[in-house]
Every structure is written in C-alpha cells, then in structure tokens.
C-alpha cells in the first residue's frame, strides 16, 4: 500500500494525494494552489500522477484549493467517479464555474500583454463548460454510511464542521490479509460555529494525514463575535457610515447572516439596510438554505427561516452595485472577495476608504501580499485601480471568524484518538504551523512525519 503525497506538502492549499492499494490507485482532493505567483505557476504543470490511471476520487470539501483542478483532471482523461456529500457537490459546481470566469479574465489580461510583448498566448487552465463537464462524475454520499467502493477500498464521511458539506474521510483499506486504516482529516472547523455542525472526532486509525494551517495560533478576540459585531454596526451607525465588509462567499457570509438575524430578531440591530453585494455568495446562500441535513440542532430549531429577511437586499447586477456607491444612507455592505484582491470589494474600497465615517471589518484570514494584509497592517495609503487612496476609515478585525480550529482546537480533535496512529502525516500548513503542531502532538506521545511534496510512503 502506497501513499502519495503530490500537494499541501509544507503549504496550506493544493492539496492532492494518491493512495495506492493492489491494483486500486484511488485520489483524494485535486488541488488547486492559490497565493503567491510561484505557487500558482504549479496549476499548469503536470500532475504528479498519471490521471488516466486514476480509478475514482474522494473529495473532502468545496474549497477551490481542494477541487480546483477536478477539470484539468477530467481533461487528462479521469472517467471514474467523484465521491463527495450533496451539499459539496453543489457548491464545487458554483465555485468552478466561478474559477472558470475568474480565469477567463485574467488569461485575457495576461494574454494582452503577451501580444504586446510577443510571447505565446497563454489558455486558461479550463472554461466554464469543461467545468460543467465534470459534474455527472460526482457521486453522493451520507455522512455517517460505510460505503463499499471495490473489494478492496470502503470509505466514510464524518463531518469536519469546516464548511457545508465538508468531511473528514475514514478509508479502510484491505490488500491481501492487510487491513488498514488511514483516516484524512480535512479543513478541521472550529467547534461551535453556527449552521452547520461540529466537527466528528474519530476514535482510531492506523494512520492519519491532519491538517495544520492554525498549528501555531490561537483565534483569540476581546468578545463574542456576536458582540464584536453588534458593536462595529452600532459605531458605524452612530457615525452615520458605511460598514464595509469583505467576505468570503461560502460560510463566513451565511454565518455572519446568521448573526445579524439574531440580533435583529432581539431588536439589538440599529435600522441600516444590508446589502450582500456578491452574485456568488447570492447563490451560496440557496445552497445553503436547501441543505438542511448539514443543520446543527440549533440552527433547526432556531433559525426556522434562515438567511431569508426583509432588511437584506441582495444586488445581483452591477447596476445594483454601482449605487451603493452614491447611498447616503448608513448601511452594511457585505462584498466580495475575502482579501479584496479583486471582485466588487475593491470599488466599495476605492469610494470608502478615505471616508472617516466608514468603518472596514475584516472577518478572515488576509494572506501575505493581498490588499486586505496592506489595509490592515495600517497601511495609511493604498493603490487601487491605478489611483492612491488614502486609508482614513476604521478598521477592525474579528479573529475567531475562521473556518479552521486554532491549535488548541487541532489538538482536542488529534485527542479524539485514544492511542496513537503508525504515524500522523502533518500536511495543509505552513513550515512554522506545522512544527508547533507536531511539538504538540509529540507532547501526547504521538508518532508524527512532515512529508515533502512528491514523497511516497509504504503504509
Ligand atoms: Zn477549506
Ligand atoms: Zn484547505
């Protein structure tokens, strides 16, 4: 039995690994790298497998650095099936169509200034209907349910409370008189995070690959997030601004109207309108509501209509967009992308930056290099769109809006586990988060390993 590491080997996204059991090459995740250029570069080379070899795939989660690729697999012959929940299935579709069109933009832009340089034009990694392509590939599965794939391979979902749908995946794996246990954690959610449910903890494995993107911090704030939130609405009312904030499309936009919900259902949510300025997170949202099953108990009893009310005004157009910005009214607006690297944050930017009457929250990771990390390292003057702009609004963070569990987090899930696996694999992390978490999982005596990328181990 063979594992394969070909990526999130010492970084946080790509992630992609083959298991090798007789005959059965099987995939779990298809990666997609996201960040820095050097990284992205490593979408257009070459899989570290052959895909036609590939029998079927597990897929843990909608994150496009997880599923990203699925197209280009498709594309280099990959006919087996997809195993992954129905609410993944759903949002994988939204998020590659909306990778297509990103894609398409920037190939275009880039492709311009290869024309004018006389350099051969780039195509984009895959369009939109190759993305549709792939879709009658996937197969759905319950949480919950050993499924047998082949004789030698049967899987579980459990769920990893990370976003909709996401799991932690059990394989039990039989090669001659062998059995063995491999268990994939996954995007490992933080407990307690409204909607969906609590990651599973799973009770043995002969070998474990975790994840440790928040190996080496804790989310820590000085309230709720339900408080911190009241509170930066409140302020931005009281001075008659614009309460900007970038989101991520799927989870942190449904969990932050989860929280508005609450607080206007207790009469605690001063009278602004709210506008969720981003088609995409529009259409994550009825997803969302049609996913009922990945409800905690909480959100089933209490949130009998969820996501559904009259103060939020969705704007789909780009007319619709472009009027926030001639509102005069104090408002939240809720826009697109997370780290506002591009997307229909950065006109709400562009025209509310310099404003001291607005205020700029920020509710998730800003990765180095984006204008979200600049803005909030107290940048005082950005670029944008080609012009400088003064940073004269407030600017807050809410740290414990994250999808990932914190180190202490990680740690309770690896304690789930009674007695050590063979070895845990350390994967989807950063050099420095990674050592913190195998330190800590050294203290617990457990067995661990830092795999590089394209390393194979016999389990
Ligand atoms: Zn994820
Ligand atoms: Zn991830």
């Known amino acids: 039995m063979k594992l394969k590491f070909c990526g999130a080997a010492k970084e946080v996204t790509g992630s992609c690994y083959v298991l090798e059991v007789g005959d059965t090459k099987m995939l779990v995740d298809c990666w997609m790298y996201q960040g820095p250029k050097e990284l992205v570069r490593l979408n257009y080379e070459p899989f570290l497998f052959d895909p036609k070899e590939i029998d079927f795939m597990l897929l843990t989660h909608a994150h496009i650095d997880h599923c990203g690729l699925i197209p280009k697999l498709h594309n280099g012959w990959f006919t087996g099936k997809i195993y992954t929940t129905s609410a993944t299935k759903d949002l994988t579709e939204i998020l590659l169509e909306d990778s297509a069109n990103i894609q398409k933009k920037n190939t275009e832009d880039e492709n311009r200034r290869r024309s004018r340089e006389h350099l051969p034009l780039r195509k984009p990694l895959f369009t939109d209907l190759e993305a549709a392509a792939c879709m009658p590939l996937f197969q759905v599965v319950e949480y919950g349910v050993l499924i047998k794939i082949n004789d030698a391979i049967s899987v579980r979902y459990q769920d990893a409370g990370h976003i909709l749908g996401s799991a932690s995946i059990e394989v039990r794996a039989t090669e001659g008189e062998k059995q063995t246990k491999i268990v994939f954690s996954w995007d490992i959610g933080q407990r307690d995070v409204p909607i969906i449910k609590d990651p599973t903890l799973i009770a043995e494995a002969d070998y474990l690959l975790m994840e440790s993107t928040y190996g080496d911090k804790v989310h820590e704030d000085t309230g709720t997030k339900e408080d911190l939130l009241l509170k930066y609405v409140t302020e931005t009312y009281q001075k008659w601004g614009k ?123 800003q990765a180095e290099g984006t204008l979200g990390r600049y803005i909030l390292e107290w940048e005082k003057k950005v670029r944008l769109m080609g012009l400088e702009i003064d940073v004269n609004c407030d600017i807050y963070k809410i740290n414990s809006f994250s999808g990932h569990a914190d180190s202490n987090q990680l740690m309770r899930w690896a304690k789930g586990f009674p007695t050590s696996p063979k070895t845990v694999f350390i994967v989807h992390g950063e050099p420095k988060a990674q050592s913190a978490l195998e330190n800590n999982l050294q203290t617990i005596g457990f067995a661990t390993h830092i795999p590089s990328l394209g390393e194979v181990v016999e389990l």
Request: with cysteine.
């Open 243 to 365: 309460l900007m904030i970038p989101t991520f499309a799927v989870e942190r936009t449904q969990e932050l109207l989860y929280f508005i919900d609450k607080l206007v259902n207790s009469n605690q949510f001063p009278q602004e309108k709210i506008f969720l300025d981003s088609p995409l997170a529009i259409k994550a949202t009825e997803i969302f509501k049609k996913h009922k099953e990945c409800y905690d108990a909480e959100a089933l009893k209490e949130f009998s209509h969820p996501l559904d009310d009259e103060y939020l005004q969705y704007s789909l157009s780009v007319e619709d967009s472009m009027k926030l910005n001639t509102y005069t009214d104090p408002c939240v607006i809720m826009a697109g992308n997370g780290m506002c690297t591009a997307g229909r944050i950065t006109h709400h930017l562009r025209h509310g930056l310099s404003d001291k009457k607005n205020t700029l929250l920020f509710v998730g990771y």
